[in-house]
């Protein structure tokens, strides 16, 4: 597609309950990334992926937030035995290619799943 | 330490004059890039302008230039001409080369243009 497209994009559940977040990236992308945005902050970093293997999660808070991209495209971010603290903006960003330099490019953003726990 | 420090809440730039957006960062790394995003109200992140630690040009892409200064590791963004679209949450940020490809964000700067 011509955008990150993310879904749902807004997410009510129940304390205790799992959660899948999706992420389709810009097509092409090598790289795909994980933040989460709480009111009025900017985004911090979660995780990310080159193709399909996860080059770094050291920013899942903690073991119930996983994600997997199994075939180096889409990826689903799932939090299990959810909390309110869980409760947040969650976006996925993709890039062309990992790496820093000129052929890294920038990370364009998807609009993002408004996830609510209850 | 704060990787990334925006000191200005809010601003506020009346349509047509320019607007400086302040963002300092903290890095020891030799290679590192410095970006800027708009978030308008309705919630997308949008880029708008990348700034390499090796550039020896300060960045612009249309309205927007970054002031891209090294020694006191300064990346303001500069926005010439304001239009009432301009306002937004700006959003400073920087990716180090020895720390994987996440970006590192600050804490934001709410621009409102007026009339």
């Known amino acids: 597609g011509a955008g990150v497209s993310q879904s749902p994009r807004y997410k009510v559940t129940k304390r205790g309950q799992d959660v899948a977040l999706r992420c389709d990236p810009i097509s092409g992308h090598v790289s795909l990334y994980w933040y989460r945005q709480a009111l009025g902050q900017g985004p911090e970093f979660l995780t990310y992926f080159n193709y399909e293997a996860q080059q770094d999660k050291s920013g899942l808070p903690n073991d119930r937030f996983s994600a997997e991209r199994p075939e180096g495209s889409i990826s689903t971010l799932t939090i299990q035995r959810t909390e309110q603290r869980d409760s947040a903006m969650y976006r996925c960003?993709?890039?062309?290619?990992?790496?820093f330099g000129a052929g890294g490019g920038p990370q364009h953003f998807g609009d993002g799943t408004r996830l609510s726990i209850l | 330490a704060q990787k990334i420090t925006q000191t200005q809440p809010g601003m506020f730039v009346q349509e047509k004059e320019a607007v400086t957006l302040d963002c300092t960062y903290d890095t020891s790394d030799q290679s590192y890039g410095l970006f800027w995003y708009k978030q308008p109200s309705s919630g997308e992140m949008i880029f708008l302008i990348y700034q390499g630690s090796y550039d020896e040009q300060n960045a612009t892409e249309g309205r927007y230039s970054l002031n891209f200064q090294k020694a006191r590791k300064s990346a303001n963004l500069v926005i010439s001409a304001s239009q009432l679209g301009d306002s937004a949450m700006y959003f400073c940020?920087?990716?180090?080369?020895?720390?994987?490809?996440?970006?590192?964000f600050g804490t934001g700067t709410r621009l409102q243009v007026f009339p």
């Open positions: 940020a920087m990716r180090e080369a020895d720390n994987t490809d996440k970006l590192i």
């Open positions: 960003a993709s890039s062309l290619a990992g790496g």
